[in-house]
């Protein structure tokens, strides 16, 4: 059973990747600091940047976008050493890499899928190992306390 602040932040996450207007994924993702919010962050492109579905194709669309960890990393304009981030799906390795410079602590993440094992399983490996050689800890929150919420 999950505490209930990782179901709080992680309610969160998800309210958050809500905000995302990419239709396929939306992501969202909270950095605490001793069960505090210090910034929150979504998946979308640039403040100024047009985001019209419709004119961009799928590899534009990849190139032009902010992560909702760089966005809640950047959005936070502040030292994170020590802090958490809540996540509503494992971070990609060039995340990965920016949450171990910043010097967060932990990444809450719900346990992956096994759709999304199967389409991201070597990326989440790299990001996986990364983190774990930086000393940075991985909380998998189980998928069956999350299934409700």
Not at 36 to 46: A, T
Not at 50 to 64: G, V, Y
Request: aromatic share 8%; glycine share 4%; proline share 4%.
């Amino acid at each position: 059973m999950i505490s209930k602040w990782s179901v709080r932040f992680y309610q969160m996450a998800k309210l958050v990747s809500s905000w995302s207007k990419d239709p396929s994924t939306q992501v969202g993702a909270v950095i605490t600091e001793q069960n505090r919010i210090v910034s929150l962050g979504f998946n979308g492109y640039p403040h100024g940047i047009s985001d019209s579905a419709e004119t961009d194709d799928r590899e534009m669309k990849l190139l032009k976008t902010l992560h909702a960890e760089e966005n809640a990393i950047l959005f936070a304009k502040r030292n994170l050493d020590d802090c958490d981030i809540w996540v509503t799906h494992f971070p990609c390795p060039n995340c990965a890499a920016k949450i171990i410079q910043t010097g967060i602590s932990t990444v809450h993440c719900p346990e992956q899928s096994e759709d999304f094992l199967s389409r991201w399983g070597e990326k989440i490996k790299i990001s996986e190992d990364m983190l774990a050689q930086a000393g940075v800890t991985i909380d998998w929150l189980p998928l069956a306390d999350l299934e409700h919420l």
